[in-house]
């Protein structure tokens, strides 16, 4: 299975290495920035929400830029300078010591990272064909996952709350890391260009743009239906889940780090047969299960809150059986969510589809952090419970209103109508 999903160009496996190199400093870091914001650096819990809310915001205003520079000039030349201010933005954070430096900081990490998700999308989209682009894109999801697992086992066996310099350790390794994925692009001098010939003196002026992007309906649709997965799933991940598991569940900052370790064993484990049995399926019922699973995660750790200090072992079992069952959903959700969506892009705007795509990611970031904090606060947590669980259950519907406005190819089904004879060669899927 392993050697199926692999892409068939040696650059993309180079790039997918970087993926994971990355991914390693970025698990050391993923718990624990609300928990050092608040217990080690002395913000409110209103404060720590609002910073990481306003990275959501600077991410999502410069996303579009991305999109753009991404489609006029390559992905390249966008994902080298990215990758550098991102290192030295998370290197900044072992520095941070007021709520002044804290969204000071959080300005330059969300300059860096602003357009690296589409431009690193966008390069794997080029070097991969439609047949191999979903399995491709769930390995890349299965590297990122065992990268950031292995990350939080180690982190979560050196943090400690009472000794910051633990903190900033990690932060600085988390830099050094970004630099990964920077130095094998280096090396990789064809790869990462504009993807759709510029145009001549005598050509007329492209009339594509994001106006363009905004009138392809279906995929308005399959952004409609992210920003509510991402807004009660990921974007929960590290304010969210973290406050209820510590402050509700009344579980360690340890039992966070296996829970998301337990979340990258699901992955790892499961992500290559997910997309092997996913394989000529239609991927609208496989984004409507994705929130259905997000929708049990979230019930099952409302189970841990209320057990708590009742026993203590069930609580903390709950917690990481929360990730666990969450890391399933994304299994799901990560080869289909780009596929689908490069398989609307042209190669003219696939540039500005991706940073559309990553823009939910954006939005969300803002509304989760920033809401997620009241709500656990309110009732104890069952609110927070209650409107978590029904956004997973309405982007299920989202997904399966999909369906209608896609093609057989573009959903992912196979076709009942026999190949043609004329054509003796087995098609890609």
């Known amino acids: 299975m392993l050697r199926r999903a692999l892409p068939a160009r040696p650059e993309a496996r180079r790039i997918l290495l970087g993926t994971l190199l990355s991914a390693i400093g970025r698990g050391l870091t993923l718990p624990f920035l609300f928990i050092y914001l608040t217990d080690v650096r002395g913000l409110t819990d209103t404060r720590a929400g609002l910073v990481i809310g306003w990275f959501g915001a600077v991410t999502l205003a410069l996303s579009p830029v991305g999109g753009t520079l991404i489609d006029r000039f390559g992905a390249r030349r966008v994902v080298l300078p990215c990758l550098v201010v991102e290192a030295v933005g998370t290197g900044s954070l072992a520095l941070v010591d007021s709520t002044a430096s804290a969204f000071a900081v959080a300005t330059l990490i969300a300059v860096g990272g602003s357009a690296l998700w589409s431009g690193q999308t966008t390069i794997l989209a080029s070097l991969t064909d439609d047949g191999e682009r979903q399995r491709v894109f769930g390995l890349q999801f299965a590297l990122l996952n065992l990268g950031i697992g292995v990350g939080g086992l180690i982190s979560g066996a050196i943090v400690d709350t009472a000794r910051p310099v633990t903190f900033q350790a990690i932060y600085l390794l988390d830099a050094l890391s970004y630099l990964m994925p920077g130095l094998i692009l280096l090396t990789l001098p064809h790869v990462g260009r504009r993807l759709a010939a510029a145009p001549t003196a005598g050509d007329r002026p492209s009339t594509g743009g994001y106006l363009t992007v905004l009138r392809d309906r279906p995929f308005r649709r399959l952004v409609i239906f992210g920003l509510v997965l991402t807004t009660c799933g990921y974007a929960q991940i590290e304010v969210g889940f ?127 952090p920033v809401t997620a904090g009241p709500l656990i606060g309110a009732a104890d947590g069952r609110i927070w419970v209650i409107v978590v669980v029904g956004g997973c259950l309405t982007a299920s519907v989202l997904a399966l209103s999909l369906r209608r406005l896609l093609t057989p190819a573009q959903d992912g089904r196979l076709t009942a109508a026999p190949a043609p004879a004329r054509d003796p060669q087995p098609t890609a899927l």
């Open 242 to 368: 973290t406050a209820y598991s510590v402050r509700v569940a009344e579980v360690t900052p340890r039992v966070v780090a296996w829970a998301l370790a337990g979340n990258t064993v699901m992955i790892v484990l499961s992500q290559l047969l997910v997309i092997r049995r996913m394989e000529g399926r239609s991927r609208t019922g496989a984004l409507a299960a994705v929130g259905a699973v997000f929708a049990a995660a979230w019930l099952v750790l409302g189970a841990a809150g209320v057990i708590r200090t009742g026993n203590a072992l069930v609580a903390a079992l709950g917690v990481v059986a929360c990730a666990a069952i969450f890391g399933f959903g994304e299994t799901m959700l990560s080869p289909v969510m780009p596929a689908l969506t490069n398989a609307l892009a042209t190669d003219e705007l696939r540039g500005r589809y991706n940073a559309m795509s990553s823009m939910i990611f954006g939005v969300s970031g803002i509304i989760g």
